[in-house]
């Protein structure tokens, strides 16, 4: 095994060298200066950092706007490799793994916590301003960027996707007129390779073209705290396509092709305790209404009371023995985007893209040897999407007028393994039920029209208004079928409960109970969600010199409806949330001072939010606990945020951002997580600490003429939260706080460097999220201490 793991990073790490052989040749005959940056520093200031948040560059402190911006070398700096590494700098971030390991995103306490296949993200992600539609799809986003930034609040105005919680636009780095071309390897612990090349230049005086590739292969890092067995293998490749054309002084096309697969291992989960869905003392009332195998029921209870919980270390889990835990996933995405400068003052943009995603994947979620809660999903997806916008600045105004028109096709398939657990030997003697498959088929079709107008009404006072008016329309099919166990079940449930005897059921039988009649719909259940809104944002910005801006901002945004991936005992289950909103209001300041060698941002924000969206639970009288999608009818978000960024003296920075977020449920009775029924308003919303803290410091001096050194650290703390409703102590995410840092040299002309680095360096054990899954509690550890050495060249 150590053979084959080794020839295949050797392969992976010769495939990313390789991009670079030619240019490093070419390199030695061509001198270009460099490439422009997206910040400007000052002699001994802050610098300043430009961003394109409203579809324009604007310098960062000229923005009423809570943004979070960091360059590509401050992503590196931090190890910021993933869309949820951006928790480390992004105050009020957080990432968390749903069950199936789906990521979620979170800011300021706004998020949706579901793994379905087209559940539409309280936080939208884009490249470059493409949309990429679903958490899924955003793997490979960080590969050879120029920079990110993280707006706040809710997007939708400005960009195509609407969203509650914010927006998160990654800035791939573009072409060059000259040649350039660079490579950086990784090493570390749990033998892991990262890899990342690029090779950037002109084709003809009009033609640029940049290619850019990105490997990571790893060893195992959990390890099986019951037998011989490891897991946690990475195997990752990521790739990026871009042609900039400018066939005349007023028109410029980007093309970009990028994409990803993923043939990683899925992560296991942590069992924590215990939380059976049928006892010692309930099981004998069950078996009495003819709902459970008492003998066999028994039986089982008595084995998962064998069972241990996972030791306190990251690394220690258990999964099942016999199950290849691994995944098959792959995404690509074409995008075209053009800008036609039709006067000196307007500008048309049209911005198409097509993707396509394929998941196959198998995980254990329970954290345990037994078949109680495993998944294999099998999903795919096509995404299409245009946008098309006018823009101009004529006379001190700045307006945008556009549309955009999208249409994805789901298709998903999934797996559920419960032949072990206490529920499921529901017939006297059997069969038994050991598994079900759940399909859905969801066609959804999004269409708005959107407008911005910035209006400078003196030098010092700018009022900004926009709406957006959207529709939507989601077509949506759900079957699930099951083992014998699971067709002879339902058609004597259904019998019973109906009084109206059906026919046999087969393997291709839908098994669903009608929420109606409670007879087997026996062919696939049919829905659709039809939903428009009217966003807006209304805001003012007063600047009366160049080093303060304070503004407020007003605004609402809007999330889609969904319908849920659960296997259903009736089609009750299957009904789906209705669109989310979020009113928010915001106001702040952006100071510089000290000559600008000091930068204060400071925040505070109230969201009114609306029929948000969480995973609750129904009680089925057969199943005990079975998922819904539920509507929290009203909440409210209080906080505010403070960031600081220090220039003391030259070279050394100091960065330092805490968030407090306050949220309450105000309205709401269902049942959590804990299969507690009750009112809930008061509690927390889940994934939502009430304090975020963040900080780096980073120093830089020359050790002579031609090279310098560099040493730097950075911290994340969260506190405690929840991952449900209430006070639910089996679905604690506990407070944490991890230090990463680094130290190394590098050439002056930064053509090369060298750094060794460690992440999670005091070995901090935590969490992303826990729950209760079947019969157990469960949570999904985050990474152990890592360490490592990068190497770094660049050749221009």
């Known amino acids: 095994m150590m053979t084959k793991f080794s020839s295949r990073l050797l392969a992976t790490a010769a495939s990313v060298i390789a991009i670079t052989h030619v240019a490093s040749a070419f390199a030695q005959e061509q001198t270009a200066p460099p490439a422009q940056a997206s910040e400007e520093t000052p002699s001994g200031g802050v610098a300043d950092i430009i961003v394109t948040a409203q579809k324009r560059a604007q310098n960062l402190n000229d923005v009423g706007l809570s943004i979070t911006a960091a360059s590509a070398d401050q992503l590196a700096s931090a190890g910021v490799g993933s869309a949820g590494d951006l928790a480390k700098i992004t105050p009020g971030f957080t990432f968390t793994k749903s069950q199936d390991g789906t990521p979620l995103y979170t800011l300021r306490g706004v998020g949706f916590n579901d793994y379905t296949l087209g559940a539409s993200p309280a936080v939208s992600v884009y490249v470059d301003q493409v949309p990429l539609a679903y958490g899924a799809f955003t793997q490979g986003v960080s590969l050879d960027l120029e920079r990110v930034e993280v707006l706040k609040g809710p997007q939708g105005i400005l960009f195509g996707q609407n969203s509650t919680g914010g927006a998160i636009n990654y800035i791939a780095a573009k072409p060059t007129k000259s040649l350039e071309a660079g490579i950086t390897a990784s090493y570390g612990r749990f033998d892991t390779f990262d890899g990342e090349a690029f090779i950037s230049g002109p084709i003809s005086d009009t033609l640029s073209v940049r290619l850019a590739g990105a490997a990571t292969i790893s060893g195992p890092w959990q390890y099986n705290y019951n037998r011989d067995a490891s897991l946690g293998r990475q195997d990752q490749l990521r790739g990026r396509f871009q042609a900039e054309w400018k066939p005349s002084e007023r028109l410029t096309l980007l093309f970009s092709a990028n994409g990803w697969r993923d043939k990683s291992d899925t992560q296991a989960g942590q069992l924590q305790g215990l939380f059976l869905q049928l006892n010692e003392t309930t099981a004998p009332f069950a078996a009495a209404a003819g709902a459970a195998d008492l003998t066999e029921t028994l039986r089982r209870i008595a084995v998962f009371r064998t069972l241990s919980p996972a030791p306190e270390n990251a690394r220690a889990a258990d999964w099942d023995s016999d199950r290849d835990l691994t995944r098959d996933d792959g995404f690509y995405q074409l995008s075209l985007r053009g800008d036609y400068e039709l006067t000196d003052d307007i500008t048309l943009t049209s911005i198409t893209a097509f993707s396509r995603y ?57 797996d559920i393994l419960t032949g072990d657990s206490t529920n499921t030997a529901i017939l006297p003697g059997g069969p038994w039920i050991a598994a079900s498959t759940t399909t859905i088929t969801q066609d959804i079709k999004d269409w708005a029209i959107f407008g911005n107008v910035e209006a400078e009404v003196t030098r010092e006072l700018t009022l900004l208004a926009g709406a957006r008016y959207a529709k939507s329309k989601n077509d949506y099919t759900s079957c699930m079928t099951g083992d014998i166990g699971m067709q002879t079940t339902f058609k004597i449930l259904s019998d019973a409960i109906s009084g109206t005897p059906g026919a046999p059921l087969g393997p291709t039988s839908c098994l669903s109970m009608d929420a109606t009649t409670f007879e087997n719909t026996r062919t696939p259940y049919t829905d659709s969600l039809k939903e428009d809104n009217f966003s807006w944002r209304l805001g003012v910005n007063y600047k009366p010199n160049r080093d303060i801006l304070l503004y407020a901002l007003a605004s609402r945004g809007y999330k889609s409806g969904s319908f849920p991936t659960l296997p259903a005992s009736t089609t009750a289950q299957l009904s789906p949330v209705t669109q989310e909103s979020v009113t928010a209001y915001e106001v702040g300041a952006k100071i510089s001072a000290m000559d600008r060698a000091l930068q204060f941002n400071l925040a505070a924000f109230h969201y009114i939010y609306k029929d948000k969206q969480i995973r609750g639970l129904v009680i089925d009288p057969v199943f005990n606990q079975l998922e819904k999608l539920v509507n929290v009818p009203k909440s409210r978000i209080n906080g505010a945020e403070v960031e600081i960024t220090a220039r003391p003296v030259s070279g050394l920075i100091l960065r330092g951002a805490v968030t407090y977020v306050d949220s309450k449920v105000l309205n709401f009775s269902g049942i959590n997580n804990e299969r507690v029924s009750g009112d809930f308003s008061g509690s927390a919303l889940p994934f939502s600490p009430k304090w975020h803290v963040v900080g780096d410091i980073n120093y830089e001096w020359n050790l002579n003429d031609s090279l310098g050194a560099f040493m730097g650290a950075n911290m994340l703390y969260n506190s405690k939260t929840s991952s449900t409703l209430g006070v639910a102590p089996s679905s604690v995410i506990g407070s944490f706080k991890t230090v990463d840092m680094r130290a190394g040299i590098k050439a002056l002309d930064d053509r090369w460097s060298l750094s060794v680095w460690g992440r999670n360096v005091f070995n901090e054990y935590y969490w992303s999220n826990q729950f209760v899954t079947q019969d157990v509690v469960v949570r999904y550890a985050a990474r152990p201490a890592t360490y490592g050495v990068t190497l770094k060249f660049g050749f221009r």
């Open 358 to 414: 394929n998941e196959n994947y198998s995980v254990d979620r329970d954290g345990t040897s037994l078949k109680n809660a495993g998944v294999n999903a099998d999903g795919r997806v096509k995404s299409f999407s245009q946008e098309l916008r006018l823009s101009g600045d004529m006379h001190g105004i700045n307006w945008l007028l556009g549309g955009n028109y999208a249409k994805n096709k789901v298709r998903s398939a999934n």
